[in-house]
């Protein structure tokens, strides 16, 4: 029983952090899961760590391929690819864009915490792959965070300014998309020889 509650209270929070902006309040967040007050405090001590909870619970679905120990970097790195595009361009990773974003100038050190235990932690895991096939031979060394870095910003950068923006999307052909972001990439960082 007690994982399901828990499970209804984070279901509860994503869906009204979603909607609604960090400024939901616990009322709402229990409501929504049909739980105790007390079953809230059970789980999570505070709507902070449960904030953080959703965003961390977000960023490590998109970071399971990097994980997966690929000895095919191009297959790893384009499922990592599909995975964070679909993320990051999504009404829920856009939504969770705009919550943290909005979030900064009232409680930076909250924001701070959401992003090391999210999209840091996300960075720190590619960088460590990127690493690793320097390292093996299968990519050129270079600084392998501002390559982890690059690869990010080429996923989703413009792409998500547009859909922030309210644009509308750019890539009609996904498959295509993230292939020709891969392949750019790899080549980019070919291992040079001599």
């Given at each position: 029983?007690?994982?399901?509650?828990?499970?209804?209270?984070?279901e509860?929070?994503?869906?009204?952090?979603q909607?609604?902006?960090?400024?939901v309040?616990?009322?709402?967040?229990?409501?929504r899961?049909?739980?105790?007050?007390?079953?809230?405090?059970?789980?999570f001590p505070?709507?902070?760590?449960?904030?953080?909870?959703v965003?961390?619970?977000?960023?490590?679905?998109?970071?399971?391929?990097?994980?997966?120990?690929?000895?095919?970097?191009?297959?790893?790195?384009?499922?990592?690819?599909?995975?964070?595009?679909?993320?990051?361009?999504?009404?829920?990773?856009?939504?969770?864009?705009?919550?943290?974003?909005?979030?900064?100038?009232?409680?930076?050190?909250?924001?701070?915490?959401?992003?090391?235990?999210?999209i840091g932690?996300?960075?720190?895991l590619?960088?460590?792959?990127?690493?690793d096939?320097?390292?093996?031979?299968?990519?050129?060394?270079?600084?392998p965070c501002?390559?982890?870095?690059?690869l990010?910003?080429?996923?989703?950068?413009y792409?998500?300014?547009?859909?922030?923006?309210?644009?509308?999307?750019?890539?009609q052909?996904?498959?295509?998309?993230?292939?020709?972001?891969?392949?750019?990439?790899?080549?980019?960082?070919?291992?040079?020889?001599?």
């Open positions: 029983m007690s994982q399901s509650v828990r499970d209804r209270l984070f509860a929070a994503s869906a009204l952090f909607e609604h902006g960090y400024d309040s616990i009322d709402m967040i229990i409501s899961a049909g739980v105790a007050r007390q079953s809230f405090y059970n789980h505070t709507k902070e760590a449960l904030f953080v909870a965003m961390r619970e977000w960023m490590q679905d998109v970071s399971l391929p990097l994980s997966q120990g690929n000895p095919d970097l191009r297959d790893m790195l384009t499922r990592f690819a599909h995975s964070y595009r679909a993320h990051a361009l999504s009404p829920c990773g856009l939504a969770g864009y705009r919550t943290i974003v909005s979030q900064i100038p009232r409680f930076p050190e909250l924001t701070r915490e959401v992003f090391d235990t999210s932690a996300m960075l720190s590619l960088t460590n792959v990127l690493a096939a320097m390292e093996q031979g299968r990519m050129r060394a270079v600084d501002f390559a982890a870095e690059m990010m910003s080429m996923l989703a950068g792409e998500r300014s547009r859909l922030l923006f309210g644009v509308g999307p750019v890539c052909d996904e498959e295509s998309r993230v292939g020709e972001i891969v392949d750019g990439y790899l080549r980019m960082y070919a291992p040079q020889h001599a």
